[in-house]
């Protein structure tokens, strides 16, 4: 039926058009309804693609970073003018004679006259200012380094890196951009000796938050995204399959459980800023939980992720076959025994698709975040789920705010980087059930 | 000890009931008196539940009351004119807390300068570490002195009642292992009631938002009357210096026209571009272009919204407003309703899309066939008898778009704006309910201004609206489901 319609030749529809002539209107109305599916389609398909351009092509570039690498003549009389060389001495004391240290340096490297203190102004500026504290770390680290050379690699400022990249452009109004062209000079001299070159950029994924975009990272907001994950999975999986059990296979069908039937449907539609302001007020306004925490974020997304779980491990034990449990109660188990025993082991892959579904989704999760205080400034790795964190949607956000050609390069890579731990999360889900599923 | 060793406790204190219980029931066993009425699991997890329940109980009990007594002595060492002072009774015990958590950190010989004297508490305890933002009162070191000696105490009676209630219910349940208690029957009971528990934590979930945010509501709702904020049209919450009695304008209708505007282009996009899929992805595509599709366009719906906010913020607001707002005239933000219409549709299309592929796959062949017989065209037959038979689950899909569209906040917060405008120019920068409850709960809350408890009202409104459409969009797809077997 369908075929004699699909393979009609034009001479046959001719023929047919003596009998009906509103025939040919018919089937171009018929081509035309089918192209607006093909164009619906590619429409949808080119955003996807649209997005994930957009996106590599600002971000790719972050992953590598422009450093400079200078010869660094720890001396004595500048680091240490009272002798002691111990690493307290170091931390200690005034913090200034660092960055005479590095000025020395870098008007060493350069060949910049003890005279020209204008010149010397310009070529720090190419340098991230966390440089000489640098040196003060390395030197607190290794004290015998004083009074030896050692080349050493420094960060150039986000501007200088944008620069490099070539996305601040040389050919636009000296006014309207960062880099001058007194910079660029140094900075053409600098590559030309070799000195300035572009490698891999480590701190992406150790350093934490800063207003500096040269050392700035993702490495303390995945800590905390991963804190958040080990709350949200040790609290849903259990609560969410127990949950399921007992309304698929004990409940009776009474009020009260279809009450719950509709509440949690509702729940998964709820929009997740209420779980944030419901975060707010139960856990830190009434429980005094710290804000900032990632056992806080993980509780609240717990609860949004726990109707999903729940709505696909139901899913999962109404797909075990009733004869699974017929069996086991005819050779005399409980219930409890059949559906611990035997239920549930073949349920096992369905619950973990459906929670790593969950978790891929939590983890994505911003606005609840922001309700109970995780876009904050945090430095330092979170000891504990107790200790201020941040995660990566916060950080994203963070980041997207800032106009910093740098920081909108960073932002685009800490995109990347979640949504690879999205792709491996939901890539492990669709194996699990190809792997384990089982046709009855 | 702190609560994590007193959870140790009872878990190892559990783990070993587990094992003498087992023993115990083997041993019976041996004897062979009298058969067992459970297996030896089955004993061993009686008293395992046994010693674990009652004290777990107890330790969430002691914890819970904690504060509270806390609280109370604190209290008792306040001066009257403090506690009459009810709008900074809370910010006075957050400072006896601060100098209690200072005290802990001073030594001895310290404590003593401090009580005679000799130096200022705040200097101690600022060379500790434990910054004070004023000196510290007598009373305030009197509270906090009792408030650290109760603290300890309480602590210590903890430990010692969950130490015993743990060893006292382990032994009781170790003697009441019989041939002939029926382990298994009671060990079942408590398991059922624990998942009884664990599938109410959803209704929990409910009341607690239900509860936390109409509490807050209310109170906001004491000090802007209902009227003047559903029915305002200026949004103004001016954030008052402290002390004035200033509190600004909550118009609520701007907020909504924002939210409402946004989402009406977001399903301009989404309804036809996710219908249209699933239709041509339903009646037309080959089975191989559909298992590549479907995917493909579902993974719009994992990406998270930070990300589309992101793509709104620097590609897609920055290109309408350079080629379609400027050349035309129209506005001159990059922040505007359309950017975050188009955006939010496009991360719509596949809730659209495969819901409603679902209910047409779900239609039955023989309806199709039959029109198809009849001499109707594929498009014909889409037009005139699937979409009708499909048509309450498709409303109920595009329903259910509808609220995620309307409590939608990464996107609209990044690109539609915070300034609360109503006007009919798509290309002005508008604002939403979500917006403003991320605007007034970021940052410094108080929970006794307007300008906080705010978030609430908007929340709970937002609330009941996504509610309703939810459940109005189960009733539809319940109530009209054709029924074809």
Redesign the interface.
């Known amino acids: 039926?369908?075929a004699t319609?699909s393979h009609n030749t034009p001479e046959q529809a001719l023929i047919v058009s003596h009998i009906d002539l509103g025939l040919q209107r018919?089937?171009r109305?018929?081509r035309?309804?089918?192209a607006?599916?093909?164009?619906?389609?590619t429409?949808?398909?080119l955003?996807?693609v649209?997005?994930f351009s957009?996106?590599i092509s600002?971000g790719y570039t972050a992953f590598e970073q422009t450093r400079i690498t200078l010869k660094v003549d720890f001396d004595p009389a500048i680091v240490a003018p009272d002798g002691n060389r111990s690493a307290e001495a170091i931390m200690g004391g005034d913090a200034f004679r660092f960055d005479d240290l590095f000025s020395a340096t870098v008007q060493k490297s350069l060949e910049i006259s003890p005279d020209d203190e204008d010149g010397l102004y310009d070529a720090l500026d190419l340098f991230s200012k966390g440089s000489s504290p640098m040196l003060r770390q390395m030197l607190a680290q290794d004290p015998a380094l004083i009074g030896t050379t050692k080349d050493v690699e420094f960060y150039a400022t986000g501007d200088v890196d944008s620069f490099v990249k070539g996305s601040i452009r040389a050919d636009i109004p000296e006014s309207q951009r960062n880099i001058k062209d007194k910079h660029i000079v140094l900075i053409t001299k600098l590559k030309d000796s070799g000195a300035l070159h572009l490698a891999f950029n480590t701190g992406l994924f150790t350093f934490g938050a800063s207003t500096r975009p040269e050392v700035a990272g993702v490495g303390v907001a995945a800590i905390g995204s991963l804190y958040m994950m080990l709350v949200v999975l040790s609290l849903s999986l259990?609560?969410?399959v127990?949950?399921?059990?007992?309304?698929e296979e004990?409940?009776p069908k009474n009020r009260w459980t279809d009450?719950?039937e509709?509440?949690?449907?509702?729940?998964a539609?709820?929009?997740?800023?209420?779980?944030?302001?419901?975060g707010?007020?139960?856990f830190i306004?009434?429980a005094?939980l710290p804000r900032s925490a990632s056992l806080v974020g993980g509780l609240v997304l717990t609860?949004t992720t726990?109707?999903t779980v729940?709505i696909s491990t139901r899913a999962a034990l109404k797909a075990v076959p009733p004869s699974i449990r017929d069996a086991g109660l005819g050779i005399g188990a409980?219930?409890?025994q059949t559906v611990f025993h035997h239920v549930l082991p073949l349920a096992v892959p369905g619950i973990l698709t459906g929670t790593i579904i969950g978790l891929?989704?939590a983890?994505?999760?911003?606005?609840p975040l922001?309700?109970i205080?995780m876009?904050a400034f945090v430095v330092d790795y979170p000891a504990t789920p107790l200790d201020p964190a941040t995660s990566l949607?916060t950080q994203?956000?963070m980041w997207?705010?800032e106009p910093e050609r740098a920081f909108?390069e960073r932002?685009?890579a800490a995109?990347m980087v979640?949504?690879a731990f999205?792709l491996a999360m939901?890539s492990c889900a669709v194996l699990l059930r190809r792997m384990f599923e089982r046709r009855w | 000890m702190g609560p994590l060793w007193l959870l140790a406790l009872i878990a190892g204190l559990s783990l070993f009931g587990f094992a003498i219980g087992r023993w115990k029931s083997v041993a019976l066993a041996r004897e062979g008196r009298q058969p067992m009425a459970a297996r030896p699991a089955h004993y061993g997890s009686f008293v395992l539940v046994w010693t674990a329940i009652p004290a777990v109980i107890v330790l969430i009990l002691l914890s819970i009351g904690r504060p509270y007594i806390a609280d109370h002595a604190v209290r008792a060492h306040l001066p009257d004119n403090v506690l009459a002072d009810e709008t900074n009774l809370s910010l006075a015990i957050a400072n006896v807390e601060q100098v209690a958590n200072g005290l802990k950190t001073v030594t001895p010989d310290e404590m003593q300068n401090i009580k005679i004297g000799v130096v200022t508490a705040r200097s101690v305890f600022a060379k500790h570490g434990v910054p004070l933002a004023g000196d510290v009162e007598p009373y305030q070191l009197a509270a906090a002195i009792s408030l650290n000696a109760i603290r300890a105490t309480l602590s210590d009676i903890t430990d010692v009642t969950v130490s015993l209630v743990t060893a006292l219910c382990l032994v009781f349940a170790f003697i009441r292992i019989k041939p002939r208690l029926r382990a298994r029957t009671a060990v079942e009971r408590v398991i059922l009631v624990l998942l009884i528990l664990a599938s109410s934590v959803a209704v929990l979930t409910t009341i607690g938002i239900v509860l936390s945010m109409l509490f807050q509501a209310l109170h906001f709702f004491s000090m802007v009357s209902p009227a003047n904020f559903f029915l305002g049209t200026v949004w103004d919450p001016r954030f008052a210096a402290a002390g004035s009695q200033e509190s600004g304008q909550f118009g609520f209708l701007p907020l909504a026209w924002g939210t409402l505007f946004i989402s009406f282009f977001a399903m301009l996009v989404a309804v036809p571009v996710g219908l249209f899929s699933a239709i041509y992805m339903s009646e037309y595509a080959s089975s191989r272009v559909r298992s590549v599709a479907k995917p493909l366009l579902e993974i719009l719906a994992g990406i998270p919204t930070i990300v589309y906010g992101f793509f709104a913020l620097t590609t897609v607001g920055p290109a309408i407003r350079d080629y379609v707002a400027v050349p035309f005239g129209l506005g001159t933000s990059g922040n505007n309703v359309i950017t975050a219409g188009l955006v939010m549709g496009i991360m719509l299309i596949p809730y659209v899309s495969s819901l409603s592929d679902d209910i047409i796959t779900a239609v039955p062949r023989a309806l199709r066939d039959g029109s198809l017989g009849l001499g109707a065209t594929r498009s014909e037959t889409v037009k005139q008898v699937v979409l009708p038979a499909a048509l309450p689950g498709i409303v109920g899909a595009i329903l259910l778009a509808a609220s995620r569209a309307i409590g939608e906040t990464m996107i609209v917060v990044l690109a539609a704006g915070v300034a609360a405008n109503m006007s009919l120019n798509p290309f002005t920068e508008m604002t939403t309910i979500t917006v403003k409850i991320v605007n007034q709960l970021t940052g410094d809350l108080e929970f006794t201004s307007p300008q906080t408890l705010v978030a609430f009202a908007l929340g709970i409104t937002l609330f009941v609206a996504t509610l309703a459409l939810n459940v109005l969009a189960l009733t539809i797809v319940r109530k009209y489901r054709e029924q074809y077997e």
């Open positions: 039926m369908t319609l018919r089937y109305s018929e035309r309804f089918r607006y599916g093909i164009a619906a389609l429409f949808g398909i955003c996807l649209l997005l957009s996106i600002r259990p609560l969410g127990a949950g399921s059990i007992y309304l004990f409940a009450l719950i509709v509440n949690i449907n509702n729940l539609a709820v929009p997740s800023i209420v779980y944030g302001m419901l707010l007020a139960v306004n009434f005094h609860l726990l109707p729940i409980s219930k409890m891929a989704h983890l994505g999760e911003t606005a922001l309700m205080g876009k949607p994203i956000y997207a705010t909108i932002t685009s995109i979640l949504l999205l939901n």
